[in-house]
Nanobody, 129 residues
Framework: QVQLVESGGGLVQAGGSLRLSCAASGRTFSTYTMGWFRQAPGKEREFVAVISRGGGSTYYADSVKGRFTISRDNAKNTVYLQMNSLKPEDTAVYSC??????????????????????WGQGTQVTVSS
């Protein structure tokens, strides 16, 4: 069982930055591939970024590539999402998710929220214009 708790959301002006954190319980954090997803009002949940168990591989949605960076600290059981150059369209509830599977070269499952095993409750990010 893994419990995930996000933090770091808030209100920021367009062009600003935020860093989200997702703290995980348990001693097996390093065995989980970790993802970030977001859901804006009236829209479906969408994939944002994913990081492999050791942190060596990352993938991003095209909409955030070059602006967002996912990272993890397995010693602290925490995954991060650094968000720079924020835009109003980034406004959403951001949630982290854990999947007990490796992120291998050529994997495609990581963008599908339904395959993840555990989810956090989410943190609101609002970007004003």
């Amino acid at each position: 069982q893994v419990q995930l708790v996000e933090s770091g959301g808030g209100l920021v002006q367009a062009g600003g930055s935020l860093r989200l954190s997702c703290a995980a319980s348990g001693r097996t954090f390093s065995t989980y591939t970790m993802g970030w997803f977001r859901q804006a009002p009236g829209k479906e949940r969408e994939f944002v970024a994913v990081i492999s168990r050791g942190g060596g591989s990352t993938y991003y949605a095209d909409s955030v590539k070059g602006r967002f960076t996912i990272s993890r600290d397995n010693a602290k059981n925490t995954v991060y999402l650094q968000m720079n150059s924020l835009k109003p369209e980034d406004t959403a509830v951001y949630s982290c998710a854990a999947k007990f599977s490796p992120l291998q070269l050529g994997s495609t499952w990581y963008s599908k929220g339904t395959v993840y095993d555990y989810w956090g409750q989410g943190t609101q990010v609002t970007v004003s214009s």
